[in-house]
């Protein structure tokens, strides 16, 4: 069974210093893994997705995540937030193993950006 | 653009009543998916499905049934609501399993 673990629940930082969301992911085959984010009484939208090949992937807004097959961790970075950073990040697993087409989000990670 | 709708954004319900709730996709997703929000707990998968009639249960199907008569449309049962049902369901639908899931905006239901 795949799972999602995201190691913070909550990440405050000042606006224009870096940030790395933690996250790390178990599951018995190869994998599929994504960063969405979700602003305040939004949806959840794509931010970036590993598929295969390189494994330092480029999302939108300025955002890149690494994917580390050792360590299992898809950690997701960004050089200067912003105060629009501000929201709940989660990390999401998906794979061709037993549970077929299921994909599994961690717990979120809340960002909070400071000024 | 991709569209998931749910049919509620808000909705109240009171305990033993049966709810349903509605998701509607517009791009001939074969996977949809329904999920509850519930804070410091992620997104817990209820059940999804990979084509029409067809569903599997995710992590916590309990208390919950869903439906899927269309392609486009997937429903989720509460067959007797409580309390401790009152959360943010999301809906969402995709391709395959290594293509973007869309997300509705979610309907946040309480029950009383």
């Known amino acids: 069974a795949q799972s999602v673990t995201q190691l913070d629940s909550q990440v405050p930082v000042f606006e224009e210093a870096p940030v790395e969301l933690r996250c790390n992911y178990s599951?018995?085959?190869?994998?599929?893994l994504f960063w969405y984010v979700q602003y305040p009484n939004q949806g959840l939208q794509l931010l970036l997705k590993?598929?295969?090949?390189?494994?330092l992937v480029k999302g939108i807004n300025g955002f890149e995540a690494e994917f580390n097959k050792s360590q299992t961790s898809f950690h997701l970075r960004k050089p200067s937030v912003h105060i629009s950073d501000t929201a709940e990040y989660f990390c999401?697993?998906?794979?061709?193993?037993?549970?077929?087409?299921?994909?599994?989000f961690g717990g979120g990670t809340r960002l909070m950006v400071k000024p | 653009d991709v569209k998931v709708t749910q049919s509620s954004r808000y909705l109240v319900k009171r305990t033993g009543e049966k709810v349903f709730l509605e998701c509607v996709q517009d791009?001939?997703?074969?996977?949809m998916f329904w999920y509850r929000q519930d804070p410091g707990l992620g997104l817990r998968l209820i059940y999804f499905?990979?084509?029409?009639?067809?569903?599997e249960k995710g992590d916590i199907p309990e208390g919950y049934s869903v439906s899927r008569e269309k392609k486009e449309r997937f429903s989720l049962i509460l067959e007797s609501a409580s309390t401790n049902q009152t959360s943010m369901y999301l809906c969402?639908?995709?391709?395959?399993?290594?293509?973007?899931?869309?997300f509705g905006q979610g309907t946040r239901l309480t029950v009383v």
């Open positions: 969402a639908s995709r391709t395959t399993v290594n293509t973007e899931a869309f």
């Open positions: 599951s018995s085959v190869s994998v599929y």
């Open positions: 590993y598929l295969s090949g390189s494994t």
């Open positions: 999401a697993v998906s794979d061709y193993g037993n549970a077929g087409n299921m994909l599994t």
């Open positions: 791009m001939d997703h074969e996977n």
């Open positions: 499905s990979y084509d029409v009639k067809m569903k």
